[in-house]
């Protein structure tokens, strides 16, 4: 299987702050990457797949980068709305993992 | 407007089934491929399983011979049977149906699972 490593798994930042999640899959997975963010009682939402392809919908403030086994995500200027968690997923091979998350807080 | 609803979650003694349904609307889930992924309290995503539109199936490799994904057609309705279940299956089990690069767009509200004697 492979495995898929978030770094870090928590993180402090404020509001106007600019921020890097990254991912690194045991594997390379070409760009077979998908970003998500959840917040507290709800469903995950598609942030971006295809490792850079932003979903519909969401700001672009957003953005994905990297292909192989090295990915990140950024988010140029943070908004209130953006603390929550967020997680990477390979959908190169099944089981199509996901990273342990990314806890964006205040 | 895609719309899944989750249903069949519940409270279950360890050693016992659970099958989870998932009703859809919007699109027919036999033209889509549509997962389950699950959510122990607490705790991160997991990948649990997909069936793809022509019919293939996979799992996790954890969950392998206990849980098997289906689909009906006639009621565009996706599901999970679960066996032998025990106390680390305890989660939120969410459906949702793919996107590009099996990417995960569209998730439902998901139904709660508890494994408890």
């Known amino acids: 299987d492979i495995q898929m490593t978030q770094s870090p798994s928590s993180l402090s930042a404020s509001v106007g702050d600019r921020v890097t999640i990254t991912c690194r899959a045991s594997?390379?997975?070409?760009?077979?990457l998908n970003w998500y963010q959840q917040k507290p009682g709800k469903a995950p939402k598609l942030l971006i797949h295809?490792?850079?392809t932003l979903q519909s919908g969401v700001p672009s403030r957003f953005g994905g980068s990297g292909s192989g086994t090295d990915f990140t995500l950024t988010i140029s200027s943070l908004q209130p709305e953006d603390f929550a968690t967020y997680y990477c997923?390979?959908?190169?091979?099944?089981?199509?993992?996901f990273g342990q998350g990314t806890n964006l807080e205040i | 407007e895609v719309q899944l609803v989750e249903s069949g979650g519940g409270l279950v003694q360890p050693g016992g089934s659970l099958r989870l349904s998932c009703a859809a609307s919007?699109?027919?889930?036999?033209?889509?491929?549509m997962s389950w992924v699950r959510q122990a309290p607490g705790k991160g995503l997991e990948w649990v399983s997909v069936?793809?539109?022509?019919?293939?199936?996979y799992y996790a490799d954890s969950l392998r011979g206990r849980f098997t994904i289906s689909r009906d057609t006639s009621k565009n309705t996706l599901f999970l049977q679960m066996n032998s279940l025990r106390a680390d299956d305890t989660a939120v089990y969410y459906c949702?149906?793919?996107?590009?690069?099996?990417?995960?767009?569209?998730w439902g509200q998901g139904t709660l699972v508890t494994v408890s004697s």
């Open positions: 949702a149906s793919g996107g590009t690069y099996s990417s995960i767009e569209n």
């Open positions: 997923q390979q959908s190169f091979s099944t089981p199509y993992t």
């Open positions: 069936i793809y539109s022509g019919g293939s199936t």
């Open positions: 295809a490792a850079s």
């Open positions: 594997q390379r997975i070409s760009k077979y």
């Open positions: 919007g699109f027919t889930v036999s033209g889509n491929y």
